[in-house]
């Protein structure tokens, strides 16, 4: 039987709660983390790290040992489908604005493995496979979380409880949270395969928004596979988007082959943008997807969940090891549910309308407006620290100090 009190447990060993519960382990506070999965889950999920975070990682030691797991990307574009023109961003104009100019195209399963050897180094934390959350609430001046290994219940103790379990967070219900928001008519389908598009279509970047306006697409390049993330018309059964003569027509639509195409993987999923009423509750806090999701365009989710990791980790090193007040988690949720609601929430909204224009004369007018931002290195630079969550990560910071 493991030790079952810790200063802070963590619900959800995804990248968020591993973020969180690294920063804290090397701050000397105790940490169990219990995932509900026998052991880290792969599912490739988001894949894009950010600027801003691939700084706030290099501060744990991440950043280094995640480039070689991936595919440094120093640009992506703005495709026109329909034409092949492309209005192509370069990620070095803001050289002056981060250390890491440049998207790391790698897939969150990374993150969490090399973080979970990392903890291995460190005897103040444990992480607990096998434990499925089912509870959590606040006892006293602390938590409890309750969870259950497929034979029994076992009895977690602490002072603080992170929710990182994600959208479906058991904490977030046991909390009797609103989450408030909307889901969109239309399942996303996500086809993963070996098939080398660079090679067939001419000038790809490793992140490309593809534009048309009858069927828009996203492609994105990681180590070993192109991800083709497509739309699906409302209403039509999965089985249908699931089958593989379907998966071959799409990906037949892009580029014509005579052989079949390899599908590595596919995924067919629901997208929301929903954020919590509040990410503080006592001693308990929401961080990542049980505060806030998002559609993908953008690879805005997975950013800000850990943008949320490390904001929350401080303050409660703050807490438990400075004396500051218990407000601080008040602030917290300043912080990082205003950034969620006024700006990633509102900016992948606007990235999901920019793809989805359906006449041909918006299409034009959308691909050529993309393509004046980008050839104007003033606009480029402003329109790259929105995209990149660079703005977003300064204004967070900006009301930690309001």
């Not at 086809?191 to 928004?209: C, G, K, Q, R």
């Amino acid at each position: 039987m493991p030790d079952q009190n810790a200063e802070v447990l963590i619900a959800g060993a995804g990248p968020v709660g591993c973020t969180a519960a690294l920063a804290l382990a090397r701050a000397g506070v105790s940490v169990i983390l219990a995932e509900g999965g026998g052991t880290l889950p792969l599912e490739l999920r988001a894949s894009t790290f950010h600027p801003p975070t691939l700084d706030l990682l290099d501060e744990l030691d991440l950043t280094r040992r995640l480039i070689p797991l991936g595919l440094i990307t120093r640009d992506y574009q703005y495709r026109d489908r329909a034409t092949g023109e492309a209005a192509v961003f370069d990620l070095g104009i803001l050289a002056n604005d981060t250390g890491h100019p440049y998207r790391l195209q790698c897939e969150q399963y990374k993150l969490t493995q090399v973080v979970c050897e990392m903890l291995d180094d460190y005897p103040n934390a444990k992480v607990l496979f096998g434990r499925e959350v089912i509870g959590a609430r606040q006892d006293g001046d602390g938590v409890r979380m309750l969870c259950f290994t497929g034979e029994k219940e076992e009895l977690y103790t602490g002072r603080y409880l992170i929710g990182a379990d994600g959208a479906n967070s058991t904490v977030r219900k046991s909390l009797t949270m609103r989450y408030v928001g909307f889901t969109y008519p239309e399942k996303f389908l996500v086809l993963s395969t070996p098939f080398d598009f660079a090679a067939h279509m001419e000038n790809l970047s490793n992140v490309n928004y593809v534009a048309d306006s009858e069927e828009w697409c996203v492609l994105l390049r990681t180590t070993d596979l192109w991800r083709v993330l497509l739309p699906t018309v409302p209403g039509e059964p999965d089985e249908k988007f699931l089958a593989p003569e379907y998966a071959q027509q799409r990906l037949n639509a892009l580029v014509p082959r005579d052989e079949p195409y390899e599908v590595a993987h596919r995924t067919l999923y629901w997208v929301h943008q929903r954020v919590a009423e509040t990410y503080r509750v006592g001693n308990i806090a929401l961080a990542g997807d049980a505060a806030h999701i998002n559609n993908p365009l953008g690879g805005m989710g997975m950013n800000g969940g850990i943008q949320d990791a490390i904001v929350l980790a401080e303050k409660l090193i703050a807490i438990l090891q400075e004396g500051a007040s218990e407000d601080m988690l008040d602030l917290y949720d300043q912080q990082r549910r205003s950034i969620a609601t006024e700006f990633i929430q509102k900016q992948t909204i606007r990235n999901k309308k920019r793809m989805e224009a359906l006449d041909p004369d918006s299409q034009r007018k959308r691909q050529a407006e993309f393509m004046r931002t980008a050839a104007d290195p003033e606009r480029a630079h402003a329109f790259l620290l929105q995209t990149s969550m660079i703005q977003a990560w300064r204004d967070s910071q900006a009301l930690g100090h309001t």
